[in-house]
C-alpha cells in the first residue's frame, strides 16, 4: 500500500490538556480539512481526559482523525516516564506503519519513539523549546543528582542525533534557531527548519464577545484591570508582576489585578507573601472557553517570565492570544521573539530589568496603544489559519521530498 496524505502523531501531552486544547486539536482540525488524515497518539491526565474526553470525541467525530489516548504515568518519577515511551511506542508499532507518509513527534519524548518507529516515513521533529535544558533551568531535573545529570547528558545527545534525523524541524521561535546554531554551529543545517510561533484561533479570541462584569469579581466599574493568565511558580514571575501592579496602584488607586490560573493555591501564597489587599486581587480558575470574555475586561496583560538559554526557545501561548484580544502586553527580554514581536507590533512595552517596574509604572499609559491595530496584527501572524498553513507546507513538502 502506497502511503497518502497519512499522518502518526505523537504528543506526550494530552488532547484534553489546556495545550493539547490551544496547541493541538485546532491545528489537526484545520489540516484534516486541508486534506490530511491523522492517527493521534496521546498521554492523558485522568482528571481532564474523564472531563474533556467527550468533547475531544465529538469534535473529531466527523472527520479523518483517529485518536489513541492512553492514560499518563505520573509515579515514580523517570521510571514512569520510560514506561509510557515503551507503552507509546506498542501501541503504534500495532497499527499498520505502512499506512503513513509522515511521523510527526511533538517534542523531545515523543521523538525518542518517532526514530525507532521510521521507516519509509518522513520524520518532523515538532521541537516546542528545548525540553532538556528547561528541566534543568527550571530545577526540576536538579544537576547535583547523579540520575539527573545522566538523563541530561542522554538527552543532549539526543538532541543533535534528533536534528540530524529529522526530515523537518518545526521551532517556535527565531531566536531558537539561532540559539541551535550557537550550540551545533556547522552541524545544524537550517534549511530544513520552520518558525510557527504558538498560534491562537483568533474566532475565538475575538474582541465582540461579551466581557466579564467588574462587579461581579468584587471590583467598582471604573476600576483598571491588570491581567496575568496562566501558570505561576517555576519559571513564571508571579511575585515580580506583583511589584509592578503595587507601583501602578501607586500611580493610579483605580488598577486592580485578576490572575487567571489553574495554581489557584501557589498565587494565593505568593499574594499573601506581599503587602496587598485581597480586595483589589482576583485569583480565580476559569475553563479555557472564557478566557477571552476576562480579556476583553482588560487594559493590560501582564507576562513576566525569567529568562534563560531554554527560553530563547520559548513561544507564550498567552503571549498571543492577548494580542488578538487588543490587549498590549508588559513582558520582559530574554523570552524568544516577544520583545522583537512587541516592538514590531507597536503592542505593549519590554522590561529589561525587574529594577525598572517602579519607573515604569510611572510612564505606563495603556491608552496609548492602539488596540485595534494590535489585533490585527495578531490575526496576521498569530492566526490559526496561519499556523494551519505553515504546518501544511510542512507536510506536503516532507511528505513529498
Not at 85 to 103: C, E, G, P, T, Y
Not at 113 to 118: A, E, I, T
Not at 216 to 239: N, P
Request: proline share 4%; hydrophobic share 40%.
Amino acid at each position: 500500500m502506497k502511503p497518502g496524505n497519512k499522518a502518526l502523531y505523537l504528543s506526550y501531552d494530552g488532547l484534553t490538556d489546556p495545550l493539547g486544547q490551544s496547541q493541538i486539536l485546532p491545528y489537526l482540525l484545520g489540516l484534516e480539512k486541508l486534506g490530511w488524515e491523522f492517527c493521534v497518539v496521546s498521554f492523558e491526565k485522568p482528571a481532564a481526559f474523564k472531563r474533556l474526553k467527550g468533547q475531544v470525541e465529538e469534535s473529531i467525530a466527523a472527520t479523518k482523525i483517529h485518536w489513541v489516548p492512553l492514560i499518563y504515568s505520573k509515579k515514580p518519577p523517570v521510571i514512569s516516564t520510560v514506561f509510557d515511551l515503551w507503552r507509546m511506542k506498542r501501541k503504534a508499532r500495532q497499527l499498520d506503519l505502512n499506512q503513513f507518509s509522515v511521523i510527526h513527534c511533538r517534542s523531545y519524548l515523543a521523538m525518542l519513539v518517532g526514530v525507532q518507529l521510521k521507516q519509509h516515513q518522513r520524520l518532523i521533529f515538532d521541537m516546542r523549546g528545548f525540553w532538556a535544558d528547561e528541566r534543568v533551568e527550571g530545577r526540576l531535573w536538579p544537576q547535583n543528582s547523579w540520575i539527573y545529570r545522566l538523563i541530561y547528558r542522554y538527552f543532549r545527545r539526543k538532541e543533535k542525533d534528533f536534528l540530524q534525523r529529522a526530515d523537518s524541524i518545526v521551532s517556535l521561535t527565531n531566536e531558537g534557531l539561532q540559539a541551535l546554531q550557537e550550540r551545533y554551529d556547522a552541524s545544524f543545517d537550517q534549511r530544513k527548519t520552520t518558525v510557527i510561533p504558538c498560534c491562537v484561533d483568533t474566532l475565538r479570541f475575538n474582541t465582540l464577545v461579551p466581557s466579564v462584569s467588574k462587579k461581579d469579581l468584587g471590583f467598582s466599574e471604573d476600576a483598571r484591570i491588570l491581567i496575568h493568565i496562566g501558570s505561576v511558580g517555576t519559571w513564571y514571575r508571579l511575585d515580580q508582576e506583583l511589584v509592578f501592579f503595587k507601583a501602578l496602584k501607586a500611580v493610579d488607586s483605580r488598577w486592580c489585578f485578576v490572575i487567571l490560573t489553574q495554581d489557584i493555591a501557589t498565587a494565593k501564597s505568593i499574594v499573601g507573601n506581599t503587602d496587598l489587599s485581597n480586595d483589589y486581587i482576583f485569583v480565580q480558575s476559569v475553563n479555557y472557553r472564557e478566557v477571552p470574555e476576562y480579556l476583553n475586561m482588560a487594559e493590560a496583560a501582564v507576562q513576566f517570565i525569567e529568562p534563560s538559554f531554554a527560553k530563547r526557545a520559548s513561544s507564550p501561548v498567552k503571549f498571543a492570544e492577548a494580542l488578538a484580544m487588543g490587549v498590549p502586553v508588559i513582558a520582559n527580554e530574554g523570552i524568544g521573539d516577544v520583545a522583537a514581536l512587541l516592538k514590531e507590533a507597536q503592542a505593549g512595552v519590554v522590561v529589561k530589568s525587574w529594577n525598572d517596574l517602579e519607573e515604569l509604572a510611572q510612564q505606563w499609559d495603556p491608552n496609548r496603544f492602539d488596540r485595534s491595530a494590535i489585533r490585527d496584527y495578531a490575526v496576521r501572524n498569530f492566526g490559526l489559519e496561519v499556523g494551519v498553513q505553515q504546518y501544511f507546507n510542512v507536510y506536503n513538502a516532507t511528505s513529498h521530498a
